[in-house]
Nanobody, 124 residues
Framework: QVQLVESGGGLVQAGGSLRLSCAASGRIFSINAMEWHRQGPGKQRELVAT???????NYADAVKGRFTISRDSAKNTVYLQMNSLKPEDTAVYYCNADLTYASVSNKYTRRDYWGQGTQVTVSS
């Protein structure tokens, strides 16, 4: 019913920038919130940033002041602008959406969906 596709990852030097994108598609009725999570080598997955349907944002302390989350509601797309990247930012970044979708029979369901992840590698 719903698919989230991430893009924009890659290899950059410390101090560089990347912009990640996550586009949601399918029979989507509404999106309540979208988030970016990441999982570094040997680490647990952690929440990086959140943006709600009202436009409110939250960031993990480790990325505050360097990363910016934004959205294009018309395209059901969320972005993560990452500046001043550090080696410790190296991780697989995952998009998550809290959304409501409509089945073919027009039944509405609210749940979380996850993207496949995109690799971000920051070299020293």
């Amino acid at each position: 019913q719903v698919q989230l596709v991430e893009s924009g990852g890659g290899l950059v030097q410390a101090g560089g920038s990347l912009r990640l994108s996550c586009a949601a598609s399918g029979r989507i009725f509404s999106i309540n919130a979208m988030e970016w999570h990441r999982q570094g080598p040997g680490k647990q997955r952690e929440l990086v940033a959140t943006i709600t349907s009202g436009g409110s944002t939250n960031y993990a302390d480790a990325v505050k002041g360097r990363f910016t989350i934004s959205r294009d509601s018309a395209k059901n797309t969320v972005y993560l602008q990452m500046n001043s990247l550090k080696p410790e930012d190296t991780a697989v970044y995952y998009c998550n959406a809290d959304l409501t979708y409509a089945s073919v029979s027009n039944k509405y369901t609210r749940r979380d969906y996850w993207g496949q992840g995109t690799q971000v590698t920051v070299s020293s």
